[in-house]
T-cell receptor, first 114, second 114 residues
Framework: GENVEQHPSTLSVQEGDSAVIKCTYS??????FPWYKQELGKRPQLIID?????GEKKDQRIAVTLNKTAKHFSLHITETQPEDSAVYFC?????????????FGRGTQLTVWP | DTEVTQTPKHLVMGMTNKKSLKCEQH?????MYWYKQKAKKPPELMFV???????INESVPSRFSPECPNSSLLNLHLHALQPEDSALYLC?????????????FGSGTRLTVV
């Protein structure tokens, strides 16, 4: 099945700085890449996603880039705020009989210091 | 209604008990999922239902028994659990599985097996 690697596992930034989280995937047929934010004790929430026919997508302070050739995608958060502190998970889609299934990275604990 | 509702929020059960977790969504989603999440780890897929039929079982022990009575409801029946089954159990839904879509997660049931 798909294998998703996520780095770094922890990331600390000063408020106002940018944060970048990177993921790689193994299955070139994967075509959907969502990012989830999970605050302590809460549910994972979809914050942005990208499909394989698009190279970049932006939503206010959050952007995702996808390099299909290199099989990696990244989350970029600009002008970070303390409320951005959370665990962020990347994921990649399954295919064939596992269509609909998401393969998650191990997560990145982001801490934004005021 | 854009939510996935899970009950109960917390559950403590003994190893000989039988209990059920419930999940409900009214977004018209035809795919529903059970995930298990341990602290500081990504969600792990357990089951996928597509159009009320079980499509993926990730080799989950038989002490976990899923049920999808209709397109809005998903249950997880628990029997003879072990302490290592203590975790956050997340239900999720998506539009369908024939195309990859992002999940909407419920708030989860925090299960403790004593």
């Amino acid at each position: 099945g798909e294998n998703v690697e996520q780095h770094p596992s922890t990331l600390s930034v000063q408020e106002g700085d940018s944060a970048v989280i990177k993921c790689t995937y193994s299955d070139s047929a994967s075509n959907y890449f969502p990012w989830y934010k999970q605050e302590l004790g809460k549910r994972p929430q979809l914050i942005i996603d990208i499909r394989s026919n698009v190279g970049e997508k932006k939503d206010q302070r959050i952007a995702v880039t996808l390099n299909k050739t290199a099989k990696h995608f990244s989350l970029h958060i600009t002008e970070t705020q303390p409320e951005d502190s959370a665990v962020y998970f990347c994921a990649a889609s399954g295919r064939g009989s596992t269509l609909g299934r998401l393969y998650f990275g191990r997560g990145t604990q982001l801490t934004v210091w005021p | 209604d854009t939510e996935v509702t899970q009950t109960p929020k917390h559950l403590v059960m003994g190893m000989t008990n039988k209990k059920s977790l419930k999940c409900e969504q009214h977004m018209g989603h035809r795919a529903m999922y059970w995930y298990k999440q341990k602290a500081k780890k990504p969600p792990e897929l357990m089951f996928v239902y597509s159009y009320e039929k079980l499509s993926i079982n990730e080799s989950v022990p038989s002490r976990f028994s899923p049920e999808c009575p209709n397109s809005s409801l998903l249950n997880l029946h628990l029997h003879a659990l072990q302490p290592e089954d203590s975790a956050l159990y997340l239900c999720a839904s998506s539009q369908e599985t024939t195309v990859n879509y992002g999940y909407t997660f419920g708030s989860g049931t925090r299960l403790t097996v004593v």
